[in-house]
C-alpha cells in the first residue's frame, strides 16, 4: 500500500565523482478498508544522528516502532552520539526485533514488511540497511549494495514497485537526457504520482535525505499541485515557510513562501515531459 525509492546521488563536478547526498521519497497513502487517507507519514529523518528511514508493507508496527527508535535515537537512548553507521544499524534492528517479540505477530492483519535504512558513516560515505520480515523466516537484516560512480536508484519498494520500475525504464532509456542523475528518479515518482491509476499509491511525495557533510537527517517540504506538503500533510496559513528546505516536482530548490525557484537555483525541467 505504498511506494518508497532511495537513491543515492554523485557530484559529477567532483573530480572523483564522490557521492554527495542521499534520499527517499515516498507517496502518502493509506489504504484502509475500502477507503483511502492521503496524509499517513512514511519516512523519518534523525535529527541527532545522520540516519533516514522508511517502511512498507504493514502500518501499525513500524510507524510506531520507527518513531520510538527516532525519539530514543535524538534522546541518547539507543547508541552513543560517536557510533558508526553499523553500530547504529544493528541497534536499530535489535530495537526492531526487541518490540516485535511484544506484537501480536499471528494477527492475520501482519503482513509482510520492509524497513529500509541510510546512514552515513564516519568517513563521510554512505550504506543502505534493509531489515524484512517475513512469516516463514522472520526479521533479517541485509546490506544493500552501492554502486559506484553515478547518481542510481538504491531500492523500490511497495504494491506501486512495477508501475515506478516501468516508468523509471523509460525515464533511464539510453535516449534519456536525464539518465544517472538525481533528478531523473525524483521527477519519474512525481510525475508517475500524477498520472498512475494504481489505487494504493496517492497524496503527495514526501522527501528527507542526508548530505555527505555534517547535517543528520533531514526533512524536505515539497510543492506539489500548487501546495505546500511536509511529511504527508498539507500546511496551514504562516507567515514564514522557510524553516525548511523546499523542492518542487522537478528536484529544483524552492523558496517556501513564492513556492518559486529560488532565485539562483539550478532549473531541472523534466525532458520526458517536452
Not at 534522546?75 to 536499530?92: E, M, T
Request: glycine share 6%; aromatic share 14%.
Amino acid at each position: 500500500m505504498t511506494v518508497v525509492v532511495g537513491w543515492i546521488a554523485c557530484d559529477n563536478h567532483s573530480a572523483s565523482a564522490i557521492y554527495g547526498s542521499a534520499y527517499i521519497v515516498s507517496d502518502s497513502r493509506y489504504v484502509i478498508n475500502r477507503g483511502t487517507y492521503d496524509n499517513g507519514r512514511k519516512l523519518f529523518a534523525l535529527k541527532k544522528s545522520p540516519d533516514i528511514m522508511a517502511y512498507c508493507g504493514d502500518v501499525l508496527f513500524p510507524i510506531t516502532t520507527i518513531s520510538q527508535i527516532n525519539e530514543l535515537a535524538d534522546s541518547g537512548l539507543l547508541f552513543p552520539s560517536n557510533a558508526s553507521s553499523d553500530i547504529r544499524s544493528c541497534k536499530i534492528f535489535e530495537q526492531i526485533k526487541f518490540q516485535f517479540s511484544k506484537y501480536p505477530s499471528h494477527s492475520y492483519l501482519f503482513c509482510d514488511t520492509s524497513i529500509y535504512h541510510i546512514a552515513r558513516n564516519e568517513d563521510k560515505m554512505f550504506s543502505v540497511y534493509k531489515y524484512s520480515f517475513k512469516r516463514d523466516v522472520g526479521w533479517v537484516r541485509e546490506i544493500l549494495p552501492i554502486k559506484k560512480g553515478f547518481s542510481h536508484m538504491l531500492f523500490c519498494d511497495g504494491s506501486g514497485k512495477e508501475d515506478i520500475e516501468e516508468k523509471f525504464s523509460a525515464y533511464n532509456s539510453p535516449k534519456a537526457l536525464n539518465t544517472r542523475t538525481s533528478r531523473n528518479i525524483y521527477q519519474c515518482f512525481t510525475q508517475l504520482l500524477l498520472d498512475c491509476s494504481n489505487p494504493t499509491f496517492g497524496g503527495a511525495p514526501q522527501l528527507v535525505g542526508l548530505y555527505r557533510g555534517k547535517n543528520n537527517g533531514m526533512h524536505f517540504g515539497v510543492i506539489h499541485k500548487e501546495q505546500r506538503h511536509y511529511l504527508g500533510s498539507p500546511l496551514q496559513e504562516l507567515r514564514d515557510y522557510n524553516f525548511v528546505e523546499w523542492y518542487n516536482d522537478n528536484f529544483e530548490r524552492c523558496d517556501g513562501n513564492t513556492m518559486k525557484i529560488k532565485p539562483g537555483a539550478m532549473r531541472q525541467p523534466n525532458p520526458n515531459l517536452l
